[in-house]
């Protein structure tokens, strides 16, 4: 009582960082940037399929653990942030922060495509003064590092960016 959605959200965002997906009938584009700005992590506009809700809380959830336990795995492979290192099979392979942070970005959200400038300010900074070459160059080194490796791929979506490709029997 006495507070919208949106506060609630604020609110919410303010205390923790307990996953927020809106639920909502406002369905303009302004509605949507108003309701992700104010720190919802997703945002559905009714009427709603309930299958494409269990997949998109699902998803909220598997990122929510992610972010809390700072690690993710894929099949046999474990990124540990606070480490930098990605381990397999027991092999340890120690990157540069700048390259683990990307890859870990990347493989959180297989199958989002990320722009080169979502990359250059999540990953490098807003006031950074490198440009998109830099990008090229670290996704490079990536996919050399790991060249053979059957998990998942980097793959360049032309024009807008780079996106991580999870092999299906890799979860």
């Known amino acids: 009582p006495g507070m919208d ?3 609630v959200c604020q609110r919410l965002r303010a205390g ?4 927020v ?3 909502t009938a406002k369905d303009t584009l302004q509605d949507r940037v ?3 700005d104010a720190g919802a ?4 506009v ?3 399929d309930i299958k494409e809700l269990i997949l998109r809380v699902n998803a909220l959830l598997r990122r929510s653990k992610i972010a809390n336990e700072r690690q993710l795995r894929i099949a046999n492979i474990t990124l540990d942030a606070d480490t930098l290192t990605v381990t397999r099979d027991g092999d340890i392979y120690v990157l540069s922060p700048k390259e683990f942070y990307l890859l870990f970005k990347l493989l959180s959200y297989p ?3 990320f722009t080169r400038f979502e ?5 490098w900074g807003y006031d950074s003064e490198s440009d998109e070459k830099t990008i090229n160059v670290h996704i490079s080194k990536l996919r050399t590092r790991f060249e053979g490796w059957t998990e998942f791929e980097i793959s360049t979506v032309r024009g807008l960016g780079y996106k991580a490709i999870v092999k299906d029997d890799a979860y």
């Open 21 to 23: 997906l809106m639920l």
């Open 46 to 48: 009714k009427p709603i």
């Open 41 to 44: 992590d997703d945002y559905m």
């Open 5 to 7: 959605g949106l506060e």
């Open 34 to 36: 108003q309701g992700l």
């Open 119 to 123: 990359i250059m300010s999540e990953v």
């Open 111 to 113: 199958g989002r495509v």
């Open 16 to 19: 923790g960082s307990v996953p």
